[in-house]
């Protein structure tokens, strides 16, 4: 078993676009966010886009070497709560300006940037520079990828991700994104956690089904994610799971939702992982099997 507890904030701000104290305001309000999310014991809180595009302009965007006061409060605050921040940030590098995600580790130390690939026309015109591709960070909670906002309508950018095999992409837009943040999680086998600009971000199984949302009621949403999983396709395996049950009874979950057709199974304690019971029981993983289709369906396709 590895639990990550994640924190998806949602962006509510009463500052005004482009008015002279709108940096200000933001950063306080993204300051007292933060802070109230001290104590509940998390390992990873991503923050939205509207920090970025609301709080900061070009001309303000901050650099890693010269943090500003963004990048400033994403680093005290991770190193004083030690917990992964996945801050959102205009960032400059190289000269060039980026809407970017800032990933803090539990020291307060940037271990990672993401720059969204796919800017939006007005991004473009505002002078921002798109990212060169999929990032993931190796962490001690977990492999972490960044997507932003416009992204996600993007199937090459997704692509990259499932290559890479994040376990967490960590998506902070002002757009929901709808079926395919769902999408995105399913196909990228990954946990999800969304910090929007408006209801219904927060956390995703790699099923892309809600653990908890931000709503009406609750603009943060705080859940748990078991990182020691693997996804299998019911074909071939299914018949070993009563086995894998009864003699693991309570230290395997598996669980198979009723419309999709692969299973995920978790490791509940810590003396194997979820792969050991792939070995043990010579369970055929999921993204084996769908490369071992496409394989086999075009020799014989070729010999037809």
């Keep these: ?17 482009r008015a002279p104290d709108a940096g200000q305001i933001v950063l306080q309000e993204t300051r007292d966010r933060l802070e109230s999310l001290r104590g509940y014991g998390l390992d990873l809180v991503v923050l939205p ?28 605050w991770a190193a004083a709560n030690k917990c992964f921040v ?26 990672g940037r993401y720059h969204k690939c796919f800017l939006t026309r007005g991004e473009r015109e505002s002078g921002l ?32 991700y499932r290559a890479l095999k994040p376990d967490i992409l960590c998506f902070a837009s002002a757009y929901h994104g709808g079926l395919m943040q769902a999408m995105w999680a399913y196909d990228c086998r990954s946990f999800f956690v969304a910090a929007l600009g408006c209801q219904d971000g927060g956390v995703l199984d790699p ?19 078991n990182l020691d999983r693997i996804m299998v396709h019911l074909d071939f395996n299914r018949d070993k799971f009563p086995a894998i049950e009864r003699k693991y009874l309570g230290k395997v979950a598996i669980d198979i939702p009723p419309s999709i057709g692969p299973a995920l199974i978790y490791s509940l304690t810590e003396e194997f992982t979820a792969m050991d019971i792939a070995r043990e029981f010579d369970l055929l993983l999921m993204d084996d099997y769908m490369a071992e289709s496409i394989r086999d369906n075009d020799a014989v396709r070729v010999r037809a």
Excluded: W
């Design 86 to 111: 996945a801050g959102s940030v205009k960032l400059r590098e190289n000269g060039r300006p980026h809407n970017s995600i800032v990933f803090f580790d539990r020291q307060g130390k940037a271990v």
């Design 207 to 225: 099923f892309g089904r809600p653990l908890a949302m931000t709503h009406c009621y609750a603009t943060v949403a705080r859940a748990a994610m």
């Design 49 to 76: 886009e509207g920090v970025e595009s609301l709080g900061q302009t070009v001309e303000t965007a901050e650099e890693m070497d010269k943090p500003g006061p963004f990048l400033s409060l994403y680093a005290e």
């Design 1 to 17: 078993m590895k639990l990550v507890r994640a924190a998806a904030v949602q962006f509510i701000s009463r500052a005004v676009r």
């Design 129 to 160: 520079i798109p990212g060169a591709g999929p990032v993931v960070v190796d962490t001690e909670i977990g492999r972490l990828g960044g997507a932003i906002c416009f992204d996600l309508n993007f199937e090459p950018l997704r692509q990259g």
